[in-house]
């Protein structure tokens, strides 16, 4: 099965900042690779699919890039709702497998 | 508006059954592909099952594989997740979603419900 690797493991930034995360697969996923948010209590949603696309909905300041084994997800500037777990996830092989994720949490 | 509900979790002693159901509301159930996902408490997501929107495919996780059965009933919406055997590292919230593509599994959620926990303890 692939391996998503997610780091760093948590994020600690300030409303304004800018947030990158990096998520790492053990062999390539061409650009199959989703982000979604998850907040505490709540069902995650989707962000971004097949690496740079966002989902219906989604705030322009979200954004993803990268293909083959490493991908970014970008958040130009934190809004005091961002404050998460976010996860990425590949539909390349089966199974489906996700990220262990990075918590992004205010400094 | 999509609703996804899921229904049928509880504390049920290991190497028992349970029956989760997830009923779908406000999209052409009939035409979309349906996973199940899990989350053990505090830790990440783990994908479960998946079955076409006309029941002619599925997929397993190994970790559930012979143990769980996903199926579905178009005329009534409803998707479901029978487990067997349970054991206590099958202690999760456990969510239906939609795959994000109709006709096919895309391999996406792009919505959810809002999860059912089951508890797995002697």
């Known amino acids: 099965e692939i391996v998503l690797t997610q780091s760093p493991a948590t994020l600690s930034l300030s409303p304004g900042e800018r947030a990158t995360l990096s998520c790492r697969a053990s062999q390539s996923v061409s650009s199959y690779l989703a982000w979604y948010q998850q907040k505490p209590g709540q069902a995650p949603r989707l962000l971004i699919y097949?690496?740079?696309y966002m989902a219906t909905g989604i705030p322009a300041r979200f954004s993803g890039s990268g293909s083959g084994t490493d991908f970014t997800l970008t958040i130009s500037s934190l809004e005091p709702e961002d404050f998460a777990v976010y996860y990425c996830q590949q539909r390349s092989n089966w199974p489906r497998t996700f990220g262990q994720g990075t918590k992004v949490e205010i400094k | 508006q999509v609703q996804l509900v899921e229904s049928g979790g509880g504390v049920v002693q290991p190497g028992r059954s349970l029956r989760l159901s997830c009923a779908a509301s406000g999209f052409s159930y009939s035409s979309y592909g349906m996973h199940w996902v899990r989350q053990a408490p505090g830790k990440g997501l783990e994908w479960m099952a998946v079955?076409?929107?006309?029941?002619?495919?599925?997929y397993y996780a190994d970790s559930v594989k012979g143990r769980f059965t996903i199926s579905r009933d178009n005329s009534k919406n409803t998707l479901y997740l029978q487990m067997n055997s349970l054991r206590v590292e099958d202690t999760a919230v456990y969510y239906c979603?939609?795959?994000?593509?109709?006709?096919?599994?895309?391999?996406?959620?792009?919505?959810w419900g809002q999860g059912t926990l089951v508890t797995v303890s002697s």
């Open positions: 079955m076409w929107y006309d029941g002619s495919n599925k």
């Open positions: 979603a939609r795959d994000q593509r109709n006709y096919g599994d895309y391999g996406y959620f792009d919505y």
């Open positions: 097949d690496a740079s």
